[in-house]
């Protein structure tokens, strides 16, 4: 199932935070969405699962107008939010279990999203007991509970230490199959290690859509592309 942006634009007042993006992404792939802090990454993630509406332009999810609104179009859509917002004076099973109230989840369903986030031990613990990577694995087992064909990730890795991250990245990858992942991110080793094709933001604006092969193959590497294309003007 593919993700496609068209002139996907966001404005508040006279400030633009996302101008005129367009990008697709397909079923299979792993695609990182790169930029500085304020590039206007998590405006572009919200219009395209829809919890904000564009200034104009339009956001697809399998050639469907995420506008129109659909409720089964959104049963579709896995999606983690930068700040996690779980709630955490409940334990894992408890929140996870009312995740799956929403959607009519059966038990055994949530029983395979533990065991594949790696939460089987903590899962009757009380969320904010948990390590930040931990609390990640939470989010993303709501994300995949109701098992979408599109998963978007913003910022999973955020505050991570270098060994949660190395576990976070081999979960995303491990969802990989049969799925569309977008995730954002201005860590440029996480996007190198686990991503089939990198967007460059900046600005508001699509500064880069290339291939992984073709990102490293830029003279200097990744590291040179983003900072040719994030460079100050």
């Known amino acids: 199932m593919s993700i496609e942006a068209k002139n996907l634009s966001k404005q508040y007042g006279a400030q633009i935070a996302v101008n005129s993006l367009n ?25 395209l699962v829809g919890l904000i509406q564009p200034s104009s332009g339009e956001a697809y999810i399998a050639g469907k107008r ?7 179009l959104k049963k ?41 986030t790696g939460l089987t031990l903590e899962q009757n613990k009380k ?13 993303i087992a709501q994300a995949i509970l109701h098992n979408p064909t599109i998963l978007i990730l913003d ?4 505050g991570l230490d270098p060994n949660q991250m190395e576990e976070i990245r081999s979960l995303i990858l491990s969802l990989k199959p049969g799925r569309t992942i977008l995730f954002s991110s201005h860590i440029l ?6 991503c089939d094709r990198l967007l460059i933001i900046n600005h508001g604006m699509l500064q880069a859509d290339c291939s992984m092969d073709e990102a490293k ?16 003007k």
Do not use: C, W
């Not at 910022?155 to 955020?158: D, H, K, L």
């Not at 080793?189 to 686990?194: K, R």
């Not at 193959?217 to 100050?232: M, V």
């Open 66 to 72: 995420v506008s129109a609104d659909s409720t089964e």
């Open 76 to 116: 579709q859509i896995g999606y983690l939010a930068e700040d996690n917002p779980v709630y955490k004076e409940m334990y894992v099973k408890e929140f996870l279990a009312f995740i799956a109230s929403i959607h009519q989840i059966p038990e055994a369903r949530i029983q395979e999203v533990i065991q594949l």
């Open 217 to 232: 193959a830029f003279p200097g590497g990744i590291s040179q592309l983003f900072q040719e294309k994030t460079k100050s």
């Open 23 to 47: 990008f697709s992404a397909q079923s299979g792939q792993i695609v990182g969405f790169l930029g500085p802090n304020g590039a206007g990454k998590s405006t572009s993630l919200k219009m």
């Open 127 to 139: 969320i904010h007991t948990l390590s930040k990577g931990y609390q990640q694995r939470v989010g």
């Open 155 to 158: 910022e999973p890795t955020s």
């Open 189 to 194: 080793s996480e996007v190198e290690a686990i």
